[in-house]
């Protein structure tokens, strides 16, 4: 697989990493000592497509952190409400560079502030899922036996519904909020990580060097915190960096299906796409500016993740 | 083979059994419980009184839910709100369109996805390989509704060569003894009518099928690139048998293993994608009635509906299982 195309992987997610977080791999001896992490950033470094979407990333959380200040107007604010006709939707011009909306909200300004809205919902339901998953995982993993069977079916009863109506069900427990969604979008990732950490540590559970560690007469759980669990987190840090883009679409689904609360014209892509769909014949531009916007972040966070992925494959070591 | 099955079926007892207690339990941690939820804005004291002494609501939780079993066992979904409708009726009579709306977004990903991703693994670093990773890519980041509303405004508002929404023109007289339209037209010779449906199916179809097509592609191209290289390929090519052979029996018949697994995993996909592609095509099938249900707050129907679903999604899952069976001779073997 050379570095200028995308990373496509066809065996098993969860790939262990054989070397030690600490120590030094077989494969590492020409860079003496050196760790998975090390060496995963030292191809990342090297990959174009990385480098792409770490740019692509980088220009999203900018511009979301500096929202204040890069907006022209703020967020819920409708400076052209008196300009927008009925029949007419402003377009483009040299006081709205982008236009206004069906509301009189600046697109532009929209957003700049959608884009903090949907990182703050794509981080924090991220890390919801990612925090449910690892005590989840941790426990089907650390105790094994019924303990581990009882988790597991309940992920399995868990990934048994389509991934947007379990959303759809836990937001509609969870009232008409942002916090809502991120909570649904959250829950949704829980049985992921679960399944993932769960199957990276089985996988190391087996490995010398845990046994050899265990003879030493280390307790289990020094054995599980210390070395199987950081050799086994390579998988869901993946898939992490993935949930992201995955979570910035499922919140504008959650929009489009009228979950999430607020006012129809607050500042959010999902929200933004979903009002636009009335005008798609006399403004299409309602709905593309948004779209892409959606589009370009999930494409910036897999791209990442994807190429995370591929630096962390013990498999593609060898072919440096 | 016939073990096979009966096992599977057995091991969904117990997962239907826990999706029921879990939606049971969904009902009741619902904002103001499930009298609210199944009177919705018709809510009033007497109303929920009368409710609650009908439902047993007064009484223990398991028997409540003994009670609710019992009712599923006897196909008793539950009554839709907004139309006053069994469930079960209202899913029976809307799935055959998602059904077709399934099977064109299938065919589409199968059709497109398996060739591309095939020559683009025989082709490393080839044009169509590199459009197979854009593809891919496309499928992955673009929301499926985002993707619906493009489709639209170019092929249907703009230029005019589709549908905009719906299953059938309303000019069209039809008559429909399967509510599978375009088979429908075809049994009874509508023509017209069965060619009406069908182009009524295509932009969905295709804006459904993108994300399936996209997977099936990578996993594809992935699962070629590692057969191809295989000892037994290099052995069987060294043998001198002819490439036409090769490639038909030595590397897409074994490379399709994988491949049939991730298209039944589409399934799921294809049945959440169907929620947000079919309210923007306004086509009426499962997916526009379940979202209309979420704006309405009509919970019987999202109870009852998430239930089927999940049980059409099993069961799509054990004939993927059974026909992986069916491909790979070593499965066989061990049965």
Known sequence: ?320 | MLRLIVQRLLLLIPLLLGLSILLFGWVRALPGGPVQAMLGERYTPEAAAEIEAEMGLDQPLPVQYGKYLLRLLQGDFGTSLQSGRPVLEEFITRFPATIELTVVALVFAIGIGIPLGYVAARRSGSIIDHSAVVVSLIGVTVPVFFLAFILKYIFAVELGWFPTTGRQSATMIATHPTNFYVLDGLLTAEWDAAWDALMHLILPGIALGTIPLAIVARMTRAAVSEVQNADYVRTARAKGIKPARLRSEHILKNAMLPVVTTIGLQVGLLLSGAVLTETVFAFSGIGSFLANSVFRADYPVMQGFILLIAVVYALVNLIVDVSYGLIDPRLRRQQ
């Open chain 1, 1 to 320: 697989m050379s570095a200028n195309e995308l990373p496509v992987t066809g065996g098993p997610a969860a790939e262990p990493l054989h070397t030690s977080i600490h120590g030094d791999g077989p494969g590492g001896q020409d860079h003496g000592g050196e760790g998975v992490w090390a060496r995963a950033w030292r191809t990342l470094r090297k990959n174009p497509v990385a480098i792409i979407g770490a740019v692509i990333v980088a220009v999203f959380v900018l511009v979301a952190v500096l929202a204040p200040v890069l907006a022209p107007y703020g967020g819920s604010e409708l400076p052209g409400r008196t300009e927008v006709r009925p029949t007419m939707i402003p377009g483009p011009s040299a006081e709205y560079p982008l236009g206004l909306d069906r509301y009189g909200g600046d697109v532009l300004s929209k957003l700049i502030w959608g884009a903090q809205a949907s990182l703050l919902i794509g981080v924090l339901s991220t890390l919801f899922g990612l925090t449910g998953g690892l005590l989840l995982g941790l426990l089907a993993g650390w105790f094994g036996k019924s303990v581990d069977f009882a988790i597991m079916r309940l992920v399995d009863l868990m990934l048994s519904v389509p991934s947007l109506l379990l959303a759809v069900s836990i937001a509609a427990i969870a009232g008409q909020s942002s916090m809502a969604v991120i909570v649904a979008i959250g829950v949704v990732q829980i049985p992921i990580f679960a399944r993932l950490l769960r199957g990276s540590m089985l996988a190391q559970k087996g490995q010398d060097y845990v046994l050899a560690a265990s003879a030493l007469g280390l307790t289990r759980r020094s054995v599980t915190m210390s070395h199987v669990l950081p050799n086994s987190v390579g998988p869901v840090i993946v898939q992490a960096t993935l949930s992201l883009a995955t979570a910035v679409i499922e919140a504008a689904a959650l929009s489009f299906l009228g979950l999430g609360g607020g006012e129809p014209s607050t500042a959010e892509w999902g929200r933004m796409l979903t009002a636009a769909q009335q005008e798609l014949a006399v403004a299409p531009r309602l709905a593309i500016l948004p779209g892409i916007c959606i589009a370009v972040t999930a494409l910036g966070f897999t791209l990442v993740g994807e190429s995370l992925r591929e630096a962390l494959d013990p498999r593609n070591r060898t072919r440096r």
